[in-house]
């Protein structure tokens, strides 16, 4: 199946600094990432989504700010986390779609960050 | 709103049952349906997934039961094992480039 590999798997930071973390699609192009967040014993929810060479469309209630979103070729989008505070501390997960819209997805191995 | 409702939010099931995790959703636009395995520390796994053309889809030890008219769907794991324990999400989403909608997860234990 297709690979989405994400770095790093997991990153420990100090209040106040930038974190970012990388999405890439191994063996095809992306032209849709998706980047969601989960907290311990939850479900994912969705952040954003991240369009190759255009804005991304961020969900109700994610500053986009504070999460900002790059998606600068088909392989690779990245999510920035600028100014990170305690309650960031989660696990990030990026998805891309295989293909033209056939809608399955396939999910990175996560990123765990974890901010002091 | 919950677009996608899933239960039991937790189960257990022995070494060799059978363990069903059921879903409902709101959304009749939505037209593909996967099951998602999460082990802890991992991304989620794409599992099996269905299309409304069809009311069922197996996959090994791994069965999805869909009723478009009841806006349901279930995820069957015949024969289960304790390498099964996880956390399992159902999603849905629409054609395009559209991103999943989430259940809140199913944590299975499998106890031999």
């Known amino acids: 199946g297709a690979v989405v590999s994400q770095h790093p798997s997991r990153v420990i930071c100090k209040s106040g600094t930038s974190v970012k973390i990388e999405c890439r699609s191994l063996d095809f192009q992306a032209t849709t990432m998706f980047w969601y967040r989960q907290f311990p014993k939850q479900s994912l929810m969705l952040m954003a989504t991240?369009?190759?060479?255009?804005?991304?469309?961020?969900e109700q209630g994610v500053e986009k700010d504070k999460f900002l979103i790059n998606h600068a070729s088909l392989t690779l989008s990245t999510l920035t986390v600028t100014s990170a505070h305690p309650e960031d501390s989660s696990f990030y997960i990026c998805s891309a779609i295989e293909g033209a819209g056939t809608g399955e997805l396939f999910f990175g191995e996560g990123s765990r960050l974890t901010v002091l | 709103q919950q677009q996608v409702k899933q239960s039991p939010q937790s189960l257990i099931v022995q070494k060799g049952g059978i363990s069903i995790i059921n879903c409902a959703y709101e959304?009749?636009?939505?037209?593909?349906f996967p099951w998602y395995q999460q082990f802890p520390g991992k991304g989620p796994a794409l599992l099996i997934a269905?299309?409304?053309?069809?009311s069922e889809k197996k996959e090994g030890r791994f069965t999805i039961s869909f009723n478009k008219s009841a806006k349901q769907f279930s995820l069957h794991i015949m024969d289960s094992q304790p390498g099964d324990s996880a956390t399992y999400f159902c999603a849905a989403s629409y054609s395009g480039n559209t991103p999943l909608v989430f259940g809140k997860g199913t944590r299975l234990s499998v106890i031999a």
């Open positions: 269905i299309r409304p053309d069809v």
């Open positions: 959304n009749t636009a939505f037209d593909y």
């Open positions: 991240s369009n190759e060479g255009s804005k991304a469309t961020y």
